[in-house]
């Protein structure tokens, strides 16, 4: 199994482009979330999906923030437009209902 | 103004020593818990996780002790390797609204 997968691994962007991060979940896993890691705040989940459909959206910052799972195997989330302060290592995980994640390797983006 | 970041409990061991990272959760309600590793660029990788109904579950050189008396979660680690480096991150997971909540973690460093 190849495990969750994220891309792309770097991204470095200026402010105000759109950025698009891609995930890929572990076949078969039914619930997909997006962690947002910061020296400054931890781990942090800003959204999650259940059977593609989105059921806490609460941790997401502003509405610049945008995430969507067309299908069970793929989701994206998308900051548009980005700031310097969005600048963190952004972290999908998958699982089968409510059991253990597994993390992907995460994005780390960079915003000047 | 100056930036603060997260304070990280730390823990440094001599190579072959036992390990202990504690964790305090913050809901009584909590039925499931896991312990993750994260090692430096990498995202976070289960290592073990208990149910509320048990007090104690072992691994392979790891063993989760749960006192939900207290709220407190445990992780020992026997025969501390220098690949047991990373932080750990505790999650505790609520029913009600079905997600797991990180704490800030504690960094290992082991000392060859």
């Known amino acids: 199994d190849a495990g969750v997968i994220q891309s792309p691994r770097h991204e470095v962007t200026e402010m105000g482009q759109e950025v698009t991060l891609r995930c890929k979940p572990i076949?078969?896993?039914?619930?997909l979330f997006w962690y947002r890691q910061t020296m400054m705040r931890g781990l942090e989940l800003l959204i999650y999906?259940?059977?593609?459909?989105?059921?806490?959206d609460s941790g997401m910052p502003e509405d610049r923030f945008s995430a969507k799972m067309p299908n069970a195997s793929f989701s994206t989330l998308k900051i548009q437009p980005s700031e310097p302060r969005d600048s963190a290592v952004y972290f999908c995980a998958s699982s089968l209902d409510w059991d253990q994640q597994f993390f992907g390797p995460g994005t780390r983006l960079t915003v000047l | 103004g100056e930036s603060v970041g997260l304070h990280l409990p730390t823990l440094s061991v001599q190579e072959g020593d036992n390990s202990i990272i504690n964790c305090a959760y913050s809901?009584?309600?909590?039925?499931?818990f896991i312990w993750y590793k994260q090692e430096s660029g990498k995202g976070p990788q289960f290592i073990i996780d208990?149910?509320?109904?048990?007090d104690k579950r072992q691994g392979q050189r790891v063993t989760v002790l749960l006192n939900k008396t207290v709220k407190h979660l445990s992780l020992q680690i026997a025969a501390t390797q220098p690949g047991d480096s990373a932080v750990y991150f505790c999650?505790?997971?609520?029913?009600?609204?079905?997600?797991?909540?990180f704490g800030t973690g504690t960094s290992l460093t082991v000392i060859p």
């Open positions: 999650a505790e997971n609520i029913p009600t609204g079905n997600q797991f909540y």
């Open positions: 076949s078969g896993h039914n619930s």
């Open positions: 809901n009584s309600a909590s039925d499931y």
């Open positions: 208990i149910r509320s109904n048990m």
């Open positions: 999906f259940n059977n593609n459909v989105p059921i806490d």
